[in-house]
């Protein structure tokens, strides 16, 4: 603090009570959607949209050698997806697109969850009948447990890609 003397008396000036005047954005949710809108995370790979690591893997690849082999991206899968018992694994056995009001199918995320055809949400996850839950990323250890172990967070990215080769007749 700032003191300024005033005759005999000790003037105080406190700079403590400004006002506030922008508020203060939520950092961890900022990183959070970044990196869920980089890897899109909850997406099938048939709905995933054009940008992030879906851009980078197809940027990258197909990878071609002496024009006779190529090597072809298919799709990702981030983490381990399974329903409690492991009975249904893999992200794709998490939902099923089929409307529960006209009983069409092939409805996407990228439709907003909604039927193309009658307008209604669309999106139902999938139930295992075994254990009777739902498909859900399977982590060995929580977040809680990483931070009072010092261990890493992390999760497997399996890639999944097509070798093709080609005979090439001489004649």
Request: glycine share 4%.
């Amino acid at each position: 603090m700032s003191q300024i003397q005033n005759e005999k008396k000790v003037l105080r000036k406190s700079f403590g009570k400004i006002k506030e005047v922008v508020s203060l954005p939520n950092l961890i949710e900022i990183q959070s959607k970044s990196f869920n809108d980089f890897v899109q995370f909850d997406f099938l790979p048939s709905e995933r949209k054009n940008i992030g690591l879906e851009k980078v893997f197809k940027d990258t690849f197909p990878i071609e050698h002496n024009d006779r082999i190529s090597l072809q991206y298919i799709s990702y899968e981030l983490g381990n997806w399974a329903c409690t018992c492991s009975s249904l694994k893999g992200i794709t056995n998490r939902y099923t697109w089929k409307c529960s009001s006209c009983s069409k199918t092939g409805c996407s995320r990228l439709n907003e969850n909604k039927c193309e055809y009658c307008g209604k949400d669309t999106a139902a996850y999938i139930i295992c009948k075994k254990c009777f839950s739902r498909v859900g990323m399977k982590t060995p250890i929580n977040v809680d447990e990483c931070r009072y172990s010092d261990k890493t967070y992390s999760m497997p990215l399996k890639a999944k890609m097509e070798l093709v080769a080609w005979d090439i007749d001489p004649d």
